[in-house]
């Protein structure tokens, strides 16, 4: 069951906009300091120049010597959700949790989380803010013969820690799957040594959504831990006058093993070389209508990270995606429309998303006239009644 503690402290640090910790008008200097400071390199490759990954001759999966991190293979499915419908497409195949974590501290009385500026090949800007620690299974073990992840003591086998959130969350069903992250929040007593290096820095909730309201600083598995943390209070601290959902949690949770039983989703890992309708050159698996997703190869050099230089395939959309959530008030209080959906990587048929949800690759089965719903509310919504509206890296 996930595990969430409704800490005050939470709101505490989501109402306090800056800090004397690390004041967020020093932040561009910090954030280009940590781009100078390390050498990057990613370049495209053909698969040829794969380095310890090769295409199976026998089913065309192309894996890993080792038989770690993950593997990119078919994947068969079969779907009520939306109509019958049954496609094949490649997918990447990962059977270990990873962790996603972030360390917190009161500093002068306030909430604080330990961010670090990390690179991933498949950044726009190189550079994001993540997590404390962000690690596969395959990475903290040491598959790759690196560095172990900072801070990875924190979070594994310590048994005298104050957990504030844990929670098994998905990764993106339509590129994984059943892929699943152990997202942890750990909080770290004042007597407890932390000293972080410099590609990491304190900062309080409310700078953090100060940062998210900017285009590519806050990466996907930042975003994804603060989602896991809860600001309701308990009974104890309940106003009397607060004003209630519109749908219980009981009514919710019924909707939702509703949502499971009314759809039916089978998937299954077929050999790579058996996906119909999906081309493979030198250079790249995509395909031929062009707007879904592509695999490709990639070279690596990154001087802040476990190992310096490597290569691995890499999934790269083909367009622009777009994630919405329409927002409406009932008796004074904003409610978010969700949507139940399927996915064909999700480990179990439907899992709550955006009230729109357009990703390349996600109209996999459908006509060419499908039309979420929703989208041209969005797309039309004047410059007025939009709250939020950034460019995000997956």
């Not at 295409?55 to 959700?81: C, I």
């Not at 059977?95 to 002068?108: A, D, K, N, Q, S």
């Not at 329409?326 to 899992?351: K, M, T, Y």
Request: with cysteine; charged share 25%; hydrophobic share 40%.
């Amino acid at each position: 069951m996930p595990h969430t503690c409704p800490d005050p402290e939470f709101l505490a640090s989501a109402r306090t906009p800056d800090s004397d910790v690390f004041p967020l008008a020093g932040f561009d200097d910090w954030f280009a300091r940590a781009v100078r400071r390390h050498h990057f390199v990613t370049e495209q490759i053909p698969f040829a120049k794969l380095e310890k990954w090769s295409f199976d001759p026998a089913t065309g999966n192309l894996r890993h010597d080792t038989g770690r991190f993950f593997t990119v293979e078919g994947l068969s499915v079969s779907t009520s959700f939306d109509g019958e419908r049954h496609w094949s497409q490649p997918i990447l195949h990962q059977p270990e949790v990873g962790f996603l974590g972030m360390l917190t501290r009161r500093i002068h009385g306030v909430r604080h989380f330990l961010m670090q500026a990390k690179m991933e090949p498949g950044n726009l800007n190189t550079i994001q803010l993540s997590p404390t620690l962000q690690a596969t299974k395959s990475n903290y073990t040491r598959a790759h013969q690196g560095r172990t992840p900072r801070h990875l003591e924190h979070f594994y086998e310590s048994r005298d820690r104050r957990v504030l959130a844990d929670s098994l969350q998905s990764d993106q069903g339509g590129r994984f799957f059943r892929k699943r992250n152990r997202n942890i929040v750990i909080d770290v007593p004042d007597d407890r040594p932390l000293e972080p290096a410099e590609d990491y820095i304190w900062l309080t909730l409310g700078q953090i959504h100060r940062l998210l309201a900017r285009d590519n600083v806050v990466n996907m598995d930042a975003r994804t831990v603060l989602s896991t943390l809860s600001f309701h209070r308990d009974a104890a601290f309940r106003a009397p006058a607060e004003p209630a959902a519109r749908h219980s949690l009981d009514h919710l949770v019924s909707w939702f093993t509703e949502m499971k039983c009314r759809y039916r989703l089978d998937a299954h890992c077929i050999p790579l070389a058996q996906v119909t309708g999906w081309q493979k050159d030198d250079f790249r698996i995509h395909h031929p209508d062009g707007g879904r997703f592509e695999v490709i190869a990639m070279r690596i050099e990154a001087g802040n990270r476990e190992v310096p230089a490597w290569t691995q395939p890499l999934i790269k959309p083909c367009a622009q995606g777009l994630l919405a959530f329409l927002v409406r008030e009932f008796d004074g209080v904003p409610h978010l429309l969700v949507q139940a959906r399927v996915e064909s990587g999700n480990f179990d048929v439907v899992e709550l998303a955006p009230t729109v949800q357009i990703l390349p690759g996600d109209a996999e089965g459908l006509g060419p006239n499908a039309i979420p719903h929703f989208r041209d509310v969005v797309l039309s919504a004047p410059p007025a009644d939009i709250l939020h509206d950034t460019l995000q890296s997956e």
